[in-house]
């Protein structure tokens, strides 16, 4: 019995049969000009997640990298936003991972991220120079750690390979130079933009205990129909 669903392809456009709890808070945007669409798309919960944490990693990174701004002050606004990020990330899934009962990924990724923060500002305000030199690569041995364990937690081959990519970019800071923060702010920003624009493989579906008969019986068909477009 394969660990991964081989039925599914590792990345893929977006489908429209969404499941019913991913239609729970559905963000969909449409902007035209005249007749000219300039943006069609829609995002889920877990999709403005990913957008989210996007922005919040572009900011932190560009800014370490471009602005002259003290790293005190960075430590205090980027501390902030991190935990407002973790926060929403926790409100957003919250019923998403409840019916996929993938409840401890949640919480495993909040650990992660508060913890990152815990060692980055430690690192700052306390002087700890051996790991103020290697925030770049705590970030994304961090996320690796992050996205191995959903690979795991959502047996995707795409989560597990986003993992061994940040793994990878750990090494890739060596050749860099003076460009770490700008060089590792791309690579979290843009696997994150990445997995919210596509389809990412998962483990079939189980059975939804959460949810009601009817909106068991409407997910059934929803599979159905993304199977037809394979």
């Not at 926060?87 to 913890?115: H, I, P, Q, S």
Request: hydrophobic residues 50%.
């Amino acid at each position: 019995m394969n660990f991964f669903n081989p039925t599914e392809p590792i990345i893929r456009i977006k489908q429209h049969e969404l499941d019913y709890q991913d239609r729970q808070g559905l963000l969909r945007l449409h902007w035209q000009l005249g007749r000219k669409t300039l943006l069609s798309a829609f995002y889920t919960r877990i999709d403005q997640v990913f957008l989210f944490w996007g922005i919040i990693c572009a900011m932190i990174f560009i800014t370490a990298q471009f602005l002259p701004i003290s790293w005190k002050l960075q430590a205090g606004l980027w501390s902030g936003l991190t935990l407002i990020g973790t926060a929403a990330m926790v409100l957003l899934t919250n019923f998403w991972v409840k019916v996929e009962r993938l409840n401890w990924l949640l919480y495993f990724w909040g650990v992660l991220m508060v913890g990152g923060v815990i060692l980055t500002d430690l690192s700052i305000f306390l002087g700890w120079g051996h790991l103020l030199i290697r925030l770049c690569p705590l970030w994304l041995g961090l996320c690796a750690v992050g996205y191995l364990g959903t690979g795991i937690g959502m047996r995707s081959r795409a989560f597990t390979l986003a993992g061994i990519f940040h793994l990878l970019s750990i090494a890739l800071l060596n050749y860099v130079g003076g460009w770490q923060f700008l060089t590792t702010g791309i690579v979290m920003t843009a696997s994150l933009l990445m997995f919210a624009e596509t389809q990412w493989d998962m483990r079939p579906p189980i059975e939804y205990k959460l949810l009601t008969p009817e909106q068991r019986q409407f997910n059934q068909q929803q599979h159905q129909l993304r199977q037809l477009s394979l």
